[in-house]
Structures are given as structure tokens and as C-alpha cells.
């Protein structure tokens, strides 16, 4: 037996071996015949054996003399596109490259000639929908699909995001912003209010936003809670849960409701999975009830104003008004793609735009200088007039032209929160990129990955404010910094060529892929090339909400810069009698140690989870009444 058992497990090595080196050596001869410069890697750093335990080997691994590692070794790291950023390509001398491994060769861009070539090649470069399995937690949908089935999602979810609905938008973020504002003050008699966890907040915040202006929902505060039902949390008929904390216990749990087996979660011993669970099954029923609803609404010929994504999924899986349900047509969205699309508009639409609004706070609340030149521009935009009297025609195309709009861009310069853009080439359909009048192939079944936060620090491409005569390291830790000033540095490059070119990226007169028309930024802003700039993704899948969350963006920041500053809070560092003690050295020094860690978290305490967020700490910050800011400081 024991002998039989032996040849067995040899075999399988043996079989895994030869398997190994035959994918080795064909993604070799691909990788040099690509024209690209490669590194070849012992493994896949997506394959999923390593992703689970790449953190036990890594440290191993790094024990290893460096001339037997370098340079494969950090692109087995799969935070690497985060952690390295543009480096890599610096080493290399080129802002593109191939990752050749047994598993797969990984082509990494930060190059917007090839970025703007792939994004408008869409039947070449496809996405990988294979790695998007997860977000059909409801149905399948408009981000998880390919080709005509993606097209017929994009053509049905694309019509709501139009200029007129951004109006209410615009309306609902003034309002949301107004709110949360209001619930930190609420804390704190001296008008001082500490806020431990901003990413909450505003996690929060955009969720309300979503919810009021795509599925007409209107979420509280607490304290708005207590003064309209004068108890918070009240449970409809029916449910466990309130939709709120349904879909933000789901929201918090996505991770787990995605990977793991319902009928696991449903039976596990441990609290948080059922608890994970019930939101995953209380959320979907108060989307069922909404779906009913709706469908009743225009089966009747009942028309709703506003965004309404859920009445245009309706309507745009062809349901009709006077239909009777027993002879409709068959539709021409499935009922768990209605679900499914509704999901994930609030999926990409809420996590994304708060942790822009997150890191724009903290940022401002490390850089006083910047912090001031917003709020000067407010003063300029909108004078005494108070928030209900702000006007979206006339006051958002301001915004954006205005250190409002270049704190926005320079937050998703720095933070884009997605890290990297996959495509990918298929099987048999090596694909031909003009690189410079140079032609490079990335060869069949690559993964590619749109490196956004390399992009965004390609010195090639970005004005820099430490003058001409900066040296090489002085532009790299310019472009590592926050400075919102480089977007408003020289008005005379607005409008140039390659800025026009990409006011026309998504007008495609074969397709109508709907979506926002416009710029990604302002006329009156620094305008990068095409493709060098992509926080939204470019071309066919660029983001569908684009022009929400910037107005979503820019209505919060102005909302509150206008009225507040934002501060580190030095409560860890010394109590409110000695700082009032300290002299002013004593104090500044403190404060470094303040911004040290926050500067220490924005660098290396983010994770990607779907989007990238602060994962091992917090930073604190105190919101206060303009001019009663204690720490000036940059
Ligand atoms: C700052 C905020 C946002 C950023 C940075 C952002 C970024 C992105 C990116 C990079 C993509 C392409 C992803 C990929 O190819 O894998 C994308 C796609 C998408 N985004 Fe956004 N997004 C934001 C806000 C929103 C909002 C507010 C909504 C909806 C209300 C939304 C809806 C979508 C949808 C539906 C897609 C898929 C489009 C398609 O494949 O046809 N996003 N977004």
C-alpha cells in the first residue's frame, strides 16, 4: 500500500513540475517576444494559494541574500501597486512593464499613451470579469458582466446619470453635509467636537446621499432620528432590522458576504457571521419590497421626478405602464439583475466617494495653508449667501474651477480608491500597443493592471510646485505630496490639445455607452494628458457615476469649509490644560507628532478592500467654527 501511496504523490509532483516548467517557458518566450522590459517571478501574485498565504512566506522569503530576490520579490506582494507606486517603473526605466511568472504573464502600466490605448479597446483589452464573481452578491450587473451582456446593463443603468438628476445630488449632499455637521456638534458644548472615526462619517454621509438621490430613500442622523420619531432605529413590520442598519452592517461585512458560503454564515457559531447574514437577507427583502413597489408604480403609469435608479431598472427591463404582470413580455432585465444593479450602484457609489471626502479632511487638517486658500475661495463663490440659496448651475462649475475642485483632484491624485484598473488580453489575442511610434505586444491571456497611483506620479506628466530647477528627488516627494496648488499652478496649459481630446473620450458615434459627457476636470484647472489622470477609469467602463461623486465631492466640502476648519485632535499627545500651557515651540512640536502618524497611516496603514482605506488606525480631527482654529500649522 505504502509503496502505491508514494508513487502516487510523486506522480502528482512530477505532473506539477513538467506543468509548471511548460508554463514557465511559454510565458518566457511571450514575455520576450512583447518587446516590453520583464522580470521573471517564481509565482502568480494572484494565484489564490498565494494570496491566502503570501504574509508566511513574504518574511521568509526576505531572509534570502537580496541578490536571489531582487527585483522579483516585491510584485509577490500584492499591496505592492500601493506601496511602491511609481518606483518600480523608475527602476525599470519604463512606464511599462511584464511580470512573467509559470501562472501568468502581469503587465503593469503607467504609461497614458498604453493606458488611453487599452481603455478604448474594449473587445482587446475586455475586463477580467472573472475576479468581479463577488459583487453578483444579488444578480448579475453592470460592473461584473462583458460584452453585449454588459453593454445591454450599461445602456439600461446609464440614463438616470444625467445633469438634470445631479441637481439632486448637489441638493442632497448640501443637506447630508449640513446634517453630519450637526451631529458633531452636537457632543460638545465649546463647540470643539472631537470625531474619532471620520471614515465612519463619511461613510455614512455618502451612503445617505446614495440612498435620497438614487433610490429616493431619505436616511437620518441620530439626533434627526430622536427629533421626528423621537426614538432612532425604529424597525418596520417585517423586518429585524432597519434598512439603514441593514445595509450598513452589510456594507461592513461585504468582505465575509462575499467569500464565504451563505448556508455558512447562516449556521456558523460566531455572532458577527449571522449577524452578517441577517443584513445580507434584510437588505435584499427591503430591495424586494422596493423592486414591488416600483413595479406596481409603473405598471400603473405613476411617474417619480428625480434619479430614481430603481424606476429605471424597472422601466428598462421593460416594464411597462397598463401591463398586466400575467402577460408581460418577457423582461428584459432578470428580476436578480434589477437586484443585482441596484446593489451595486450603492456598492461603488458610497465607499468610493467617502473615503475621497476622508482623506481630503485629514489632508486638509495636515496642511493649514491649503485648508485657508479653500475657504478664501468659498468667500469668493458664494459670499454671504446661506446654503439653501446655493445654486447648482451657477455655483458647481465655480467649485470646480477653484481650489474646491483642485482639493478633489489632488485627494484622487494621491489616494485614488482604486489602486489599480484590471484588464486583460484573451486567450489566442495577443494585442499590439503603438507605443512612440514604437510597437510592443502584450501577449495573449496577460493580466494588465491600470496603475493609478503610478500614473499620478509619473514626473513626466504633472507640474510640480518646487520650481525648474527642482533635482529629481525634490520633484518625486513634490509628487508624494498634497498639494492642491499645482492644479490652479498654470492656467495657460487648460485647455490644451490633449485636455480637448479628453472632453471628447466617451463620444463614440458607433456606441452610446451613456454615462457623463464632460471633462474629468474643470476648463480652468491644470488639465493632464489623456490617460495620465484616471481616477475614474477612462473610455467604455469608465465610472458611470463619475459626475455624482464629484458634485457629491464639492457640495460636502463647500457645505462645511465654508462654515468649519478641520484640525488634528492632540488629545493622545496632552490634555486640554497643558496644551493651553505650552508654549508655541512646545506646541507645534506636539502637533508634528500629530501629523507623524497621520502621515505614517496615509502611507503605510492602507489595505485595499475593494476600495483602499486606513485600516490600522484612526485619525482623529476636531471640527471648529472658522476663526476660532488653534493650530495653524503645515
Ligand atoms: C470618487 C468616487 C468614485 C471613483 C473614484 C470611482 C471610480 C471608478 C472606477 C475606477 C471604475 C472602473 C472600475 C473597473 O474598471 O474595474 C468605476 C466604475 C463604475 N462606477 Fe465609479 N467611482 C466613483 C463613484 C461612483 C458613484 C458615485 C457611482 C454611482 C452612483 C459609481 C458607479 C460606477 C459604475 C456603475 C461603474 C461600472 C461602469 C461600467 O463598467 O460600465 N461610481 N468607478
Not at 518587446?35 to 522569503?61: C, D, E, M, Q, S
Not at 467636537?193 to 455614512?204: G, K, L, Q
Request: charged share 25%; with cysteine.
Amino acid at each position: 500500500m505504502m509503496p502505491f501511496v508514494w508513487l502516487a504523490v510523486a506522480s502528482l509532483v512530477g505532473i506539477y513540475t513538467v506543468n509548471y516548467y511548460r508554463c514557465y517557458t511559454r510565458n518566457l518566450a511571450a514575455a520576450k517576444q512583447s518587446g516590453l522590459p520583464y522580470i521573471v517571478a517564481p509565482i502568480y501574485v494572484f494565484n489564490r494559494f498565494w494570496l491566502v498565504t503570501h504574509k508566511l512566506w513574504i518574511p521568509l522569503l526576505e531572509k534570502l541574500p537580496k541578490s536571489w530576490t531582487d527585483p522579483w520579490l516585491q510584485f509577490l506582494d500584492p499591496e505592492w501597486t500601493w506601496l511602491k507606486r511609481h518606483e518600480p517603473f523608475k527602476a525599470i526605466g519604463s512606464d511599462i512593464f511584464l511580470v512573467c511568472s509559470p501562472g501568468k504573464n502581469s503587465v503593469y502600466v503607467a504609461d497614458p499613451e498604453a493606458t488611453t490605448q487599452i481603455v478604448t479597446r474594449r473587445n482587446d483589452f475586455p475586463k477580467p470579469i472573472e475576479i468581479y464573481g463577488s459583487v453578483d452578491l444579488y444578480g448579475k450587473n453592470v460592473v461584473s458582466t462583458e460584452g453585449s451582456i454588459w453593454r445591454h446593463h450599461r445602456k439600461i443603468t446609464s440614463p438616470p446619470f444625467t445633469e438634470k438628476n445631479n441637481h439632486l445630488v448637489w441638493q442632497e449632499s448640501l443637506h447630508q453635509a449640513q446634517s453630519m455637521m450637526a451631529s458633531f456638534l452636537d457632543k460638545d458644548s465649546e463647540g470643539k467636537s472631537t470625531v474619532y472615526d471620520i471614515a465612519a462619517a463619511t461613510m455614512r454621509l455618502s451612503l445617505h446621499v446614495i440612498s435620497r438621490a438614487g433610490f429616493g430613500r431619505r436616511l437620518l442622523w441620530p439626533h434627526e432620528e430622536l427629533e421626528e420619531n423621537g426614538q432612532a432605529g425604529v424597525v418596520p413590520e417585517g423586518h429585524t432590522m432597519t434598512y439603514k442598519d441593514a445595509l450598513s452592517t452589510l456594507l461592513e461585512n461585504i468582505i465575509a458576504v462575499m467569500l464565504l458560503p451563505k448556508w455558512f454564515l447562516a449556521n456558523s457559531p460566531f455572532k458577527k457571521n449571522k449577524i452578517a447574514y441577517e443584513s445580507y437577507t434584510e437588505w435584499g427583502k427591503y430591495m424586494r419590497e422596493m423592486y414591488q413597489d416600483k413595479k406596481a408604480e409603473v405598471q400603473a403609469g405613476e411617474r417619480r421626478d428625480g434619479m430614481d435608479l430603481m424606476g429605471a431598472l424597472v422601466s428598462g427591463a421593460g416594464i411597462k405602464p397598463d401591463q398586466d404582470p400575467e402577460k408581460a413580455d418577457k423582461q428584459l432585465l432578470s428580476d436578480s439583475e434589477i437586484l443585482g444593479n441596484a446593489f451595486v450602484f450603492i456598492l461603488a457609489g458610497h465607499e468610493t466617494a467617502a473615503n475621497t471626502l476622508h482623506f481630503a479632511m485629514l489632508y486638509l487638517a495636515m496642511n493649514w495653508s491649503t485648508q485657508e486658500m479653500l475657504q478664501k475661495d468659498l468667500d469668493e463663490i458664494f459670499g454671504d449667501r446661506p446654503v439653501d440659496q446655493w445654486d447648482y448651475e451657477q455655483d458647481v462649475p465655480k467649485l470646480f474651477g477653484s481650489m474646491c475642485g483642485a482639493v478633489m483632484n489632488e485627494e484622487l491624485r494621491l489616494i485614488p480608491p482604486v489602486v489599480g484598473i484590471p484588464k486583460c488580453t484573451l486567450k489566442d489575442s495577443p494585442q499590439p500597443l503603438n507605443l512612440k511610434g514604437r510597437r510592443v505586444i502584450i501577449p495573449e491571456s496577460s493580466a494588465i493592471t491600470l496603475i493609478t497611483v503610478a500614473s499620478h506620479r509619473n514626473p513626466k506628466y504633472w507640474p510640480t510646485t518646487c520650481g525648474s530647477n527642482a533635482s529629481e528627488a525634490e520633484i518625486e516627494k513634490d509628487l508624494a505630496s498634497w498639494k492642491p496648488q499645482r492644479w490652479v499652478l498654470d492656467p495657460s496649459k487648460s485647455n490644451s490639445p490633449a485636455a480637448q481630446q479628453q472632453q471628447a473620450q466617451h463620444s463614440d458615434p458607433e456606441e452610446d455607452i451613456g454615462g457623463p459627457q464632460s471633462s474629468d476636470t474643470s476648463s480652468h484647472l491644470f488639465n493632464p494628458e489623456r490617460g495620465a489622470f484616471i481616477p475614474f477609469s477612462e473610455g467604455y467602463r469608465a465610472c458611470l457615476g463619475r459626475r455624482f461623486a464629484q458634485v457629491e465631492v464639492l457640495a460636502v466640502l463647500a457645505a462645511i469649509f465654508r462654515e468649519y476648519s478641520v484640525e488634528l485632535d492632540l488629545d493622545k499627545y496632552a490634555s486640554k490644560d497643558e496644551l493651553a500651557a505650552m508654549e508655541e515651540a512646545t506646541r507645534r512640536q506636539t502637533w508634528d507628532k500629530a501629523r507623524d502618524t497621520a502621515e505614517g497611516l496615509l502611507m503605510n496603514g492602507m489595505m485595499t478592500i475593494i476600495t483602499i482605506q486606513m485600516r490600522s488606525g484612526k485619525v482623529p480631527v476636531n471640527f471648529v467654527k472658522r476663526g476660532s482654529e488653534k493650530y495653524k500649522y503645515n
